[in-house]
């Protein structure tokens, strides 16, 4: 599998540790670092499962010698970027026919409820007709729907299959001032339990400040198809 923007490693390493081959893909050496420290702690035969390569994820495709891979992440990154029309494309690319293709964006459906719950109130009204704003790392980013990039997805013959919200009250924790104890594993494993379900049903997803959107490449029956002109 190819995580691209991956940085730390903290989406793909559990992947690795669960035996899945992974390529972390990330454009920052001070990212890199960091993920290679990381994995340093992590046990001899997952971390031997992962391979680094430094490179922009908009050229992800040349920077891989035009491997494709049979899963695609990319969490988290597509908010930063005012155009992720070329992002988008190799993603798609790099995905092998029939290949997962995994991103977390942030929701646009939902980017009043931050400013809201934190009493930012002109920052909130400002939000119902924007999709930028400061991110949590005070960051600019931007915001797409569902409906949105289920569609740019389509246009690379990738097929959404499925989406999940993410992220709906473990956020708000600190402003309620109940934040929940990482050493509290019953608590966290609760707090996990609400978050999944809340994740795959209406309206809670749709409230969720980051959505999960799955899809899948086109077949290799398909890409036959279209490569003939079908």
Request: glycine share 12%; proline share 7%.
């Given at each position: 599998?190819?995580?691209?923007?991956?940085?730390?490693?903290?989406?793909?390493?559990?992947?690795?540790?669960?035996?899945?081959?992974?390529?972390?893909?990330?454009?920052?050496?001070?990212?890199?670092?960091?993920?290679?420290?990381?994995?340093?702690?992590?046990?001899?035969?997952?971390?031997?499962?992962?391979?680094?390569?430094?490179?922009?994820?908009?050229?992800?495709?040349?920077?891989?010698?035009?491997?494709?891979?049979?899963?695609?992440?990319?969490?988290?990154?597509?908010?930063?970027?005012?155009?992720?029309?070329?992002?988008?494309?190799?993603l798609c690319r790099c995905a092998a026919p029939g290949a997962v293709v995994s991103i977390m964006a942030g929701n646009a459906d939902a980017a009043a409820v931050r400013p809201a719950l934190e009493g930012r109130w002109q920052d909130a009204l400002a939000a119902f007709d924007t999709r930028t704003e400061i991110g949590v790392l005070g960051l600019p980013t931007r915001a797409d729907t569902v409906e949105d990039l289920s569609d740019q997805l389509r246009t690379r013959d990738v097929a959404p299959v499925a989406w999940y919200g993410v992220w709906h009250f473990v956020d708000w924790l600190d402003l309620s001032g109940s934040p929940v104890d990482p050493t509290d594993q019953a608590r966290l494993e609760a707090a996990a339990a609400v978050e999944l379900e809340a994740g795959r049903r209406d309206p809670y997803r749709r409230i969720s400040r980051i959505f999960h959107l799955v899809g899948r490449k086109g077949s290799t029956e398909a890409c036959a198809h279209q490569s003939r002109g079908g």
């Open positions: 599998m190819l995580d691209v923007g991956g940085g730390a490693g903290h989406q793909s390493f559990p992947l690795a540790q669960a035996g899945y081959e992974v390529t972390l893909l990330d454009p920052s050496p001070a990212m890199l670092d960091k993920a290679r420290e990381r994995l340093r702690h992590l046990p001899e035969e997952g971390a031997r499962r992962v391979t680094f390569v430094e490179a922009d994820g908009t050229e992800a495709d040349a920077a891989l010698g035009g491997r494709r891979f049979d899963a695609v992440l990319c969490h988290g990154v597509l908010g930063y970027l005012e155009h992720p029309e070329p992002l988008l494309d190799q």
